[in-house]
């Protein structure tokens, strides 16, 4: 069992970063592929970025690559998503989530079987 809470979400102006954490409960974290969606009002949930058990493997939606860096602290049973660059259209709801995926990353949301709860970012134009 993996409980994950996120947080760092906001009100950014354009161009602006903010940085979102996400911290799990339970002892078996590093066993986890972790990984980062958004759901923008009105549209349906999309992947974001993922990253590996141990860090080595990360993946990225192509709207993100150059602006947002996924990074995880198994010691700290933290993920972490940095976002750079931010633009009104990345405005929404990012949920983290875990996945046991043995070698590698998914971009599917069916294959997440832990999600948090979400935190709203807002980007103004």
């Known amino acids: 069992q993996v409980q994950l809470v996120e947080s760092g979400g906001g009100l950014v102006q354009a161009g602006g970063s903010l940085r979102l954490s996400c911290v799990a409960s339970g002892r078996t974290f590093s066993t986890y592929s972790m990984g980062w969606f958004r759901q923008a009002p009105g549209k349906e949930r999309e992947f974001v970025a993922a990253?590996?058990?141990?860090?080595?493997?990360?993946d990225y939606a192509d709207f993100v690559k150059g602006r947002f860096t996924i990074s995880r602290d198994n010691a700290k049973m933290t993920v972490y998503l940095q976002m750079n660059s931010l633009q009104p259209e990345d405005t929404g709801v990012y949920y983290c989530?875990?996945?046991?995926?043995?070698?590698?990353?998914?971009?599917?949301?069916?294959?997440?079987?832990?999600w948090g709860q979400g935190t709203q970012v807002t980007v103004s134009s």
């Open positions: 990253i590996s058990r141990r860090g080595s493997i990360t």
């Open positions: 989530a875990a996945a046991f995926v043995p070698d590698g990353t998914s971009r599917g949301d069916s294959d997440y079987g832990y």
